[in-house]
């Protein structure tokens, strides 16, 4: 598992660099777990925001928040969730995002849409297939394996992939 510290700041790099890509000028503001900022209106409008939280009710009707580390917030109710895990030997953070994103398909149906990003920098940790179906209730799953998560080019593929979600939407 990555320091706290770096998991902060790349998060922070991530909601940058959409911010260059789909965000408003001079809309962005905190930074770190704070960060947010408004879509521009040529995409549609809506914002995004870093750990932000998505509810869902169980079957017995409590309400349980998915704390998703970014959060697009698009016009008519649609969501993008984004998820970043850090590689583990654990796989229940892995299970857990999947079991949330289970229960907010459930509840959203086609107004979320999800995407995890496992980052995998070294031979520890759970391969990113075995994640892969684990997190299969994820529309979209991204491994950034054996790369070093600093270098912007592993970024853009991902960075496209949420750009184009938020466009056609």
């Known amino acids: 598992m990555a320091p706290e510290s770096y998991e902060e700041s790349l998060l922070e790099f991530l909601v940058s660099a959409l911010y260059a890509r789909v965000g408003e000028r001079g809309t962005m503001t905190g930074q770190g777990r704070n960060a947010r900022f408004e879509i521009t209106k040529s995409l549609g409008g809506g914002s995004c925001a870093a750990d932000s939280g998505l509810d869902y009710a169980l ?11 970014i959060l697009v917030t698009l016009p008519r109710g649609r969501r993008l969730t984004i998820d970043l895990i850090w590689a583990s030997n654990d796989p229940d953070p892995f299970k857990a995002r999947a079991y949330d994103m289970l229960q907010l398909k459930n509840c959203l149906g086609p107004q979320i849409w999800a995407m995890m990003i496992y980052l995998r920098p070294g031979t520890g940790g759970i391969s990113a297939e075995a994640v892969k179906e684990i997190c ?19 970024w853009v593929p991902i960075l496209d992939r949420i750009e184009a979600e938020i466009a056609e939407r």
């Open 136 to 154: 299969y209730p994820f529309d979209l799953f991204f491994a950034c394996e054996h790369q070093d998560p600093q270098n912007p080019a592993i």
């Open 59 to 69: 079957p017995s009707g409590r309400k349980v928040t998915h704390k998703a580390d």
